[in-house]
Nanobody
Framework: QLQLVEHGGGLVQPGESLTLSCAANESTLEYYAIGWFRQAPGKEREGVAWISTLDRGTTIYSDSAKGRFTSSRDNAKNTGYLQMTNLKPEDTAIYYC???????????????????WGQGTQVTVST
């Protein structure tokens, strides 16, 4: 069974950067699109970024992530990445990666379309 593990969270100051990774235990990750979600305290989980399989070469970002976050993947390492720049206090949340059953991104915000989820990694942006 595919398992995902996120790494890279931490405490940073506003304006700084972090790169999260989503490592899979199997090479089958390359056949899945990857979604990135986050959940802030007291709020519902929300999608922030999505990356297709390499053959499609598509990324999607939420309005809050556009221009600051970049999703990528390295299939040789069975890993997806979320590079986050110019972090803001409102980016504070637990960040999750998940594998999307739908390849075209048309349902990327629907959590019921995701099959495997990581355990999450905490990102805190604060002075």
């Amino acid at each position: 069974q595919l398992q995902l593990v996120e790494h890279g969270g931490g405490l940073v100051q506003p304006g700084e950067s972090l790169t999260l990774s989503c490592a899979a235990n199997e090479s089958t990750l390359e056949y899945y699109a990857i979604g990135w979600f986050r959940q802030a305290p007291g709020k519902e989980r929300e999608g922030v970024a999505w990356i297709s399989t390499l053959d499609r070469g598509t990324t999607i970002y939420s309005d809050s992530a556009k221009g600051r976050f970049t999703s990528s993947r390295d299939n040789a390492k069975n890993t997806g990445y979320l590079q986050m720049t110019n972090l803001k206090p409102e980016d504070t949340a637990i960040y999750y990666c998940a594998t999307d059953l739908f390849a075209d991104g048309s349902r990327w915000l629907r959590e019921d379309g995701y099959e495997y989820w990581g355990q999450g990694t905490q990102v805190t942006v604060s002075t």
